[in-house]
């Protein structure tokens, strides 16, 4: 090497002291962002590749067009490259060379991303369940709390304890995983142009290779091959060249994972199915959610996400027929009609009664509670299937479910097209559009929202009243709505049909499963667009509100027919409870127990008897809030209350208030971190057996889930 000092003015040597410099960090970055450049990032956990397999998969791939760019490079600047400039220019000509072989290399990266998803992701998913990584919704001592319940457990009982568990709900590791490697290889259909992945991939490259190529730079200046120039103009091209690539990778990062024109898409409201017999067929199909790019290839009622809209008069049986022709990694599946007081044998269980491939099965629903119609209520349905619950709603199996009633038929609230369904979830799309899943201990979220399965869209409204039912069929994320002018929603109802009598809100949380009935009055405000936030995030790592859907108040109405009277159903009575049970929520070795359980499905966990009423107390000492949902009756809230006592026996402590919009009926509650609930029902309906559960997904499907069975007086 040669460290003597190069007049650069005049014509180089080809391979200079500079040049070794180069190459080898030029190497040294190839090495280093192979593994980055072709292992696509949702086979990532926490941000490293998961072993050697990828990395080596990696660096294979990369050195062809590596060694070809280095090489030719540096003959380029022996030959073409006098002045000071020399040593940009060899950078500038490498970095261009090797981002034209990755364009031309291009149909060979959709291949790999495809193989290494196939292979990489279902088989490590037992390891990624016990991820303990924290989500950016949890605060650092939260995530210290997590880890320290994890820490005492060594990696074999956990496991072990894993495996028993998917046995009893008659699921192996193996079995899983072989259930889903097919939907995941199936998702990456030809859309998105190779073409576009590489032009990413070389700004991804850029961006990784910019600081080496800075230190040889900083190298060739003080080993004085590299005159010092004229210092202003060298700092100014630094500048441009890393806003070039910062700005290359934010624009192509957005255009990858959501390419969404905020407001640019009306709002999708699923098609409505009045009959009493009915027939849904569930597939994958292809569903357009992201303006752009290749459509989404779901699991789906109908070929639709969400499903279509079931709307019946209460007190009407429907016959619903769910044909199973998913691919057949789904394995067997089941309905549950969220909400609904169906019989235990059309009540979708997670382990039994089950829907094969290529089988189908016709749930019965009386739409009946305690002898009388229903009251009217927006429901939902979706699968239910022990362990894989939450890969299978967020792969698309959701869909709203409205019973009608005189009662609320005969309130002057707003109806027909001003009586709308806001379906709101998140997803995580990968640049292909495409929707793997994840599984997380504490629950998977995504990164984009969806209203009614599109990606911030716009709905034209006239300045009146309308009547929103609007769900969380998030798999684990809470959100907290609100309108941008700040103004009050009138929540009209829960869960379980409408409130006693209406409440002004500003901010609505609802936990996953969590229904909330609100009007919105948009009378005042012609020409003006109002948005509907999610303000849960906010405030956290400076995160502004996620803005879900735009309300255009384009149009005139002369009167507005509708009104939100003050009084709208009083519940029904509620003899005090003459049996108290309690359940302790906790995170146990990895995994969420109530009373220290998982599901079992041979173990009856409370035995109410048929016309009596119970209190149930739930105690969180876990580090996480939970969603908890009791089948089959609606309940409701006595109390809130902070945890007292020990984790080991906790106590009710002080009490909170209880929130006006939790006066009504319910069957998903909030249980926050280091508080209670106490709730109340009487079991007046169906003899036979059901379930509760944390309805944050993953909770469930790591068997967070007790049965009660409603026994005969
Ligand atoms: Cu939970």
């Known amino acids: 090497m040669d460290h003597a000092p190069v007049d650069l003015d005049h014509r180089p040597r080809a391979a200079g002291g500079f040049g070794t410099i180069t190459l080898a960090a030029l190497l040294l970055t190839v090495a280093v962002t192979a593994w980055w450049w072709v292992v696509p990032?949702?086979?990532?956990?926490?941000?490293?590749?998961?072993?050697?397999?990828?990395?080596?998969?990696?660096?294979?791939?990369?050195?062809?067009?590596?060694?070809?760019?280095?090489?030719?490079?540096?003959?380029?600047?022996?030959?073409?490259?006098?002045?000071?400039?020399?040593?940009?220019?060899?950078?500038?000509?490498?970095?261009?060379?090797?981002?034209?072989?990755?364009?031309?290399?291009?149909?060979?990266?959709?291949?790999?991303?495809?193989?290494?998803?196939?292979?990489?992701?279902?088989?490590n998913l037992a390891a990624v369940r016990y991820d303990t990584s924290c989500l950016p919704i949890f605060s650092d001592a939260q995530c210290r709390q997590a880890q320290d319940a994890l820490a005492g457990a060594d990696a074999g009982t956990v496991a072990r304890a894993h495996h028993e568990m998917l046995a009893r709900t008659g699921h192996s590791v193996a079995d899983h995983a072989a259930m889903s490697a097919p939907f995941y290889a199936s998702l990456d259909e030809p859309g998105r142009p190779a073409a576009a992945y590489a032009v990413q991939d070389a700004f991804l490259v850029l961006l990784v290779a910019l600081p080496p190529m800075l230190l040889v730079l900083f190298l060739a200046r003080r080993r004085g091959t590299l005159r010092p120039g004229r210092g202003r103009t060298r700092w100014v091209a630094v500048a441009g060249v890393i806003v070039l690539v910062v700005a290359g990778n934010v624009a192509l990062s957005r255009a990858a994972t959501a390419a969404v024109v905020p407001f640019s898409t009306a709002l999708n409201i699923p098609p409505v199915l009045t009959d009493a017999t009915i027939t849904i067929q569930m597939r994958q199909a292809g569903v357009q959610i992201m303006p752009t790019g290749p459509a989404t290839q779901m699991w789906t009622y109908n070929g639709l996400f969400p499903g279509p809209i079931i709307r019946r008069p209460s007190g009407q049986a429907t016959r619903i027929t769910f044909q199973n022709n998913l691919p057949a990694a789904a394995g067997q599946v089941t309905i549950h009609q969220h909400g609904g007081h169906s019989r235990p044998t059309e009540d979708g269980q997670p382990n039994t009664q089950l829907i094969g491939p290529n089988a189908q099965r016709t749930y019965v629903y009386d739409n009946v509670e305690a002898g009388a119609p229903e009251r009217a209520v927006t429901q939902w349905y979706h699968d239910h299937r022990m362990d894989v619950t939450g890969r299978n709603i967020w792969n698309g199996l959701v869909g709203m479910l409205i019973l009608d009633d005189a009662v609320d038929s005969a309130l002057p609230l707003p109806r027909d097209q001003f009586d709308v369904p806001l379906i709101i979830a998140d997803r995580t799309f990968d640049a292909n559009n495409q929707i793997p899943y994840d599984f997380r201990l504490f629950g998977t979220v995504g990164n984009t929202w969806l209203v009614n399965g599109r990606p911030q869209p716009f709905f034209d409204v006239a300045d009146r009243r309308y009547r929103f039912r609007i769900l969380n069929a998030a798999n684990r994320r809470p959100m907290t709505l609100a309108l941008s002018n700040g103004a009050a929603m009138t929540q009209i109802g829960t869960e379980s049909g409408l409130l006693p009598a209406p409440v002004p809100r500003t901010s609505i949380t609802l936990q996953p499963a969590e229904r909330a009935e609100v009007v919105v009055d948009f009378n005042g405000l012609l020409g003006q667009n109002l948005v509907l936030l999610d303000t849960a995030t906010s405030g956290t790592n400076g995160n502004p509100p996620r803005e879900l859907i735009q309300f255009r108040v384009d149009r005139d109405v002369p009167t507005d027919p509708s009104a939100v009277p003050a009084t709208l159903r009083p519940v029904p009575p509620l003899p005090a409870p003459t049996r108290d049970r309690q359940f302790v929520l906790r995170l146990q070795n990895g995994r969420w127990t109530i009373n220290n359980q998982t599901f079992d499905p041979d173990r009856i966990d409370a035995d109410p008897v048929r016309g009596t009423t119970e209190r149930w107390t739930f105690f969180n000492v876990s580090p996480s809030p939970h969603a908890i949902h009791l089948h089959d009756v609606d309940w409701r809230l006595l109390s809130r209350f902070r945890v007292a006592g020990t984790n080991g026996n906790p106590t009710v402590g002080a009490a909170l208030p209880v929130p006006p919009a939790e006066a009504g009926l319910k069957e998903t509650f909030l249980v926050p971190q280091g508080q209670g609930i106490s709730v109340a029902t009487t079991f007046n309906d169906n003899l036979g057996e059901y379930v509760f559960h944390c309805h944050m997904l993953e909770h469930e499907d790591l068997a967070m889930m007790g049965r009660f069975v409603v026994r005969a007086a």
Do not use: S
Not at 53 to 64: C, D, S
Not at 69 to 77: E, I, R, S
């Open 41 to 123: 990032p949702d086979v990532l956990i926490g941000g490293a590749p998961r072993d050697l397999r990828q990395l080596g998969a990696g660096a294979l791939i990369a050195l062809p067009p590596a060694t070809v760019a280095v090489a030719g490079a540096a003959w380029w600047a022996g030959r073409h490259a006098p002045g000071p400039w020399r040593l940009w220019r060899q950078a500038a000509l490498t970095a261009g060379l090797f981002a034209a072989l990755l364009l031309l290399t291009a149909p060979l990266h959709g291949g790999v991303r495809a193989a290494l998803r196939a292979t990489a992701v279902e088989p």
